[in-house]
């Protein structure tokens, strides 16, 4: 079986661009998370959905950043415009339940010049 | 805010060595969560603890949740190159949510 598939796995950017990455659950997984992973940082949750709904969004750092989710098996994280210090590793992960465990994907590295 | 500690944060050892890595929070968590994640990789769950001072055992790994639900430990015996990697925990808050909390992270090396 397929596990979480996000793209690009590499992005290399300048400043003011408009970044999108994507994610394509796990078939059957109702919950979908993004997060960030900085060496700062560590892994911090952004936004996640269940059934396509977005549940808690109180990760996402600003306005720049937009998460959708148009179906079951495909999300989208929008960064615009991208700077700098949006330079990261971002993680899709998926899970059958709230409280099943959480399937990653080998995540998109971000680097914004 | 919760908020989970990792302690140490790097660990380099020599394969056979014993080594035991902590998480820490002043915060009660219904459920924790130990991570392993290799270069380029997405971390990959090893166990999920539930019960305070419950503990968990997968093959050479020793897992334990503290009674009072704040703390956790991971404990590896005979360490082997191929345990090395970043290890991260992760807490549930009480409102048994989605949202996982994640530590900084515990980066351990195991030299042959």
């Known amino acids: 079986d397929a596990g979480v598939i996000q793209s690009p796995r590499h992005e290399v950017t300048e400043m003011g661009q408009e970044v999108t990455l994507r994610c394509k659950p796990i078939?059957?997984?109702?919950?979908l998370f993004w997060y960030r992973q900085t060496m700062m940082r560590g892994l911090e949750l952004l936004i996640y959905?269940?059934?396509?709904?977005?549940?808690?969004d109180s990760g996402m750092p600003e306005d720049r950043f937009s998460a959708k989710m148009p179906n079951a098996s495909f999300s989208t994280l929008k960064i615009q415009p991208s700077e700098p210090r949006d330079s990261a590793v971002y993680f899709c992960?998926?899970?059958?339940?709230?409280?099943?465990?959480?399937?990653f994907g080998p995540g998109t590295r971000l680097l914004v010049l | 805010t919760q908020l989970l500690e990792q302690s140490p944060q790097f660990l380099s050892i020599q394969e056979g060595e014993n080594l035991t890595v902590y998480c820490n929070s002043s915060?009660?968590?219904?459920?924790l969560q130990w991570y392993r994640q290799e270069p380029g990789e997405g971390p990959v769950l090893l166990v999920t603890?539930?019960?305070?001072?419950e503990v968990k055992k997968l093959k050479r790994l020793t897992f334990q949740f503290g009674d009072a639900r704040k703390d956790s430990s991971l404990h590896i015996t005979a360490a082997q190159p191929g345990d090395t990697g970043l290890y991260l925990c992760?807490?549930?808050?009480?409102?048994?949510?989605?949202?996982?909390?994640f530590g900084q992270g515990t980066t351990l090396q195991v030299k042959p």
């Open positions: 959905f269940n059934n396509n709904v977005p549940i808690d």
């Open positions: 603890v539930v019960t305070g001072g």
């Open positions: 078939s059957g997984h109702d919950y």
């Open positions: 992960a998926s899970s059958f339940l709230a409280l099943a465990a959480q399937y």
């Open positions: 915060s009660v968590f219904s459920s």
């Open positions: 992760a807490g549930r808050g009480s409102s048994n949510t989605g949202k996982l909390i």
